[in-house]
């Protein structure tokens, strides 16, 4: 089991118009920091602002509230002219007097950038800063692209149950991952795959920095996004203004352990959603939480077997069904939508389900993918070094059923496959950068009841790199900008805005 580290999207409602504010001279690229001989192209070329049409967005509709460009970074910084990629970038001005850009990542890893400013505009930064967005390398809009899967095969994937763990069942799960690594090699640049990882995000995050013409980084990271963070402070301390971090990744997690504790993060949100569930009298989890994680799996686990009808002919397969139930635990915002679709499924429809689970996946309305998933797992196997003792991958499988019973389809047997990254055709180098001394100071913002970045990693972060930390009270993953809690934002905002340090324990 893995869980991907993804921030939630909340609906922007306010209307944002970008661009209609009175034109001003294009920023002139900062050149007051070194620049690394061979790299000088890169970090003085200038952006060319203009229309997001033929960008991809995971939704059309909100393109119209910014702008778009592209800047080269090279592939291999370490032979800049080996090759280049295209990072896509998106804008929405500043609507007041502007202190510069600030930069903005949703997380992932894999997940694209390119609408997340209008949440963060959408707020007092918005007067105060162009707000940024961004593609990772191989991300989304960003050229060239991590590409593994067909969209048929990755419609084919989610119908893969991949719960068999007798020696043939893993034989051929790990055949199957053996296949996918192979697909990632021939179908996306080689190089790419080698340089894809957060050390190559934050030197193109410098890149755009310098580009944007600030000569100090403005930067706000969600989930994910707060590595990136980190890591930038880490290689560039002397370039940061302020850095905002909610959903806090900790350095040097372990891979295994950090999963075995996102899955405790996601059984103590599904079981605040049973206690919810269980206020109304027609919870199809019942009304006694004690059991709701029995009543969940004698809904999904006929699905191992056939799939629940849905409108659309193609059935809700078992991966599907839990994989819906994770993004909905997300946030309480789609607890309803989970208890519609648990209501649906004991009438044998998975259509709601179905539905989160599209919108994890990156499917849309026309049958296409994002690349997400692919990103996803070309980063995470840059960044995470492979798990290839079988002892140890057995043991990590007993551990994460324990961490989240309402995943645990009851096959386990002790055997569990190995994972992608074992197969991986890119040689693991990745070295966790330490944090220097007498870094500027930054905020980490983290939820009490945080599923996907749980609590104390926001703590064991903001100790890491001595930042102030926030807690927020709550069950979501992330909170800053997404959801309207003004406790949170005006402090963040009085950061951004002023450098205003928030005061030591807080919390709301």
């Not at 191992?304 to 059935?315: C, Q, S, V, Y």
């Not at 819906?324 to 679709?341: D, R």
């Not at 057995?394 to 002790?414: L, V």
Request: charged content about 25%.
């Amino acid at each position: 089991m893995l869980v991907r580290r993804i921030a939630a999207l909340t609906a922007v409602t306010a209307f944002v118009v970008a661009g209609c504010s009175t034109a001003r001279p294009q920023a002139r690229p900062d050149t007051s920091h070194p620049v690394p001989t061979g790299l000088e192209r890169f970090y003085t070329q200038e952006l060319d602002w203009g229309s997001c049409v033929g960008y991809r967005h995971r939704d059309e509709a909100l393109s119209r509230l910014l702008e778009c460009a592209r800047i080269d970074v090279p592939i291999d910084y370490d032979h800049p002219d080996a090759g280049t990629a295209q990072i896509a970038m998106s804008r929405i001005r500043a609507s007041g007097d502007k202190i510069g850009s600030l930069i903005v990542n949703p997380g992932g890893p894999g997940a694209s950038g390119l609408n997340t400013p209008t949440n963060v505009a959408n707020s007092a930064v918005g007067r105060s800063f162009d707000v940024v967005g961004f593609d990772p390398r191989g991300v989304g809009a960003s050229t060239p692209s991590i590409v593994c899967n067909s969209d048929a095969e990755i419609d084919a994937d989610r119908r893969d149950l991949d719960v068999d763990t007798s020696p043939a069942g893993i034989a051929e799960t790990e055949q199957e991952e053996r296949d996918y690594a192979a697909r990632c090699q021939a179908k996306s640049n080689l190089t790419l795959l080698e340089h894809v990882g957060t050390r190559d995000v934050v030197r193109d995050l410098d890149v755009m920095r310098a580009v944007l013409g600030d000569p100090k980084l403005n930067f706000v990271g969600f989930s994910y996004g707060t590595k990136i963070g980190s890591d930038y402070l880490a290689a560039y301390p002397d370039r940061v203004r302020a850095m905002v971090l909610d959903g806090g990744v900790p350095p040097g997690a372990d891979p295994v352990e950090e999963i075995r504790v996102q899955l405790v993060g996601f059984q103590t949100a599904f079981d605040n959603f049973a206690r919810q569930c269980a206020q109304s009298s027609d919870c199809p989890l019942g009304t006694d939480p004690a059991h709701a994680v029995a009543r969940y799996r004698a809904l999904v686990n006929p699905l191992i077997a056939k799939p629940a009808r849905t409108d659309d002919g193609r059935g809700l397969s078992y991966s599907d069904a839990i994989t819906g139930t994770q993004q909905a635990l997300y946030s309480p915002e789609m607890w309803g939508m989970l208890t519609t679709g648990l209501r649906e499924l004991g009438f044998g429809r998975g259509d709601s389900l179905l539905a989160l689970a599209d919108y994890y996946d990156g499917r849309r309305s026309d049958g296409t993918y994002s690349n997400m998933d692919d990103a996803f797992n070309a980063i995470r196997c840059a960044d995470d070094p492979p798990v290839t003792d079988r002892a140890r991958v057995d043991q990590a499988d007993g551990e994460f059923r324990k961490a989240a019973p309402f995943m645990d389809d009851g096959r386990g047997n002790g055997n569990a496959a190995l994972d992608t990254c074992a197969f991986w055709p890119v040689k693991f180098d990745y070295t966790e950068p330490k944090i220097p001394a007498n870094v500027p100071k930054v905020v980490v913002v983290s939820t009490t009841g945080d599923p996907a970045t749980p609590y104390q990693d926001g703590v064991d972060l903001a100790k890491a790199i001595g930042a102030s930390l926030l807690t927020y009270h709550g069950t979501q993953h992330t909170v800053s900008f997404n959801y309207g809690v003004a406790c949170i934002d005006d402090v963040v905002i009085a950061y951004l805005v002023d450098l205003t340090v928030p005061p030591e324990g807080y919390s709301c």
